[in-house]
């Protein structure tokens, strides 16, 4: 399975290197144009930071003990 991310790459691949324009760039790597103007947002970031929050309370409260 190819990544939103890897298919962004991809036609940004396309459009400089092959001199395709934007629609059929997408048309030849298969990703929908809105799939590929998506910006990801935050929220899939916050489980590592709240992952990393939860890794150094821990080690704080067992150092305590």
């Given at each position: 399975?190819?990544?939103?991310?890897?298919?962004?790459?991809?036609?940004?691949?396309?459009?400089?290197?092959?001199?395709?324009?934007?629609?059929?760039?997408?048309?030849?790597?298969?990703?929908?144009?809105?799939v590929?103007?998506?910006?990801?947002?935050r929220?899939?970031?916050?489980?590592v930071?709240?992952?990393?929050?939860?890794?150094?309370?821990?080690?704080?409260?067992?150092?305590?003990?």
């Amino acid at each position: 399975m190819v990544t939103p991310d890897a298919k962004r790459n991809a036609v940004a691949h396309a459009r400089e290197c092959h001199g395709l324009s934007e629609r059929p760039a997408f048309d030849l790597i298969g990703i929908a144009r809105r799939v590929a103007r998506h910006q990801p947002s935050r929220a899939t970031a916050e489980p590592v930071m709240l992952g990393c929050m939860l890794c150094s309370t821990s080690r704080t409260f067992s150092s305590a003990l």
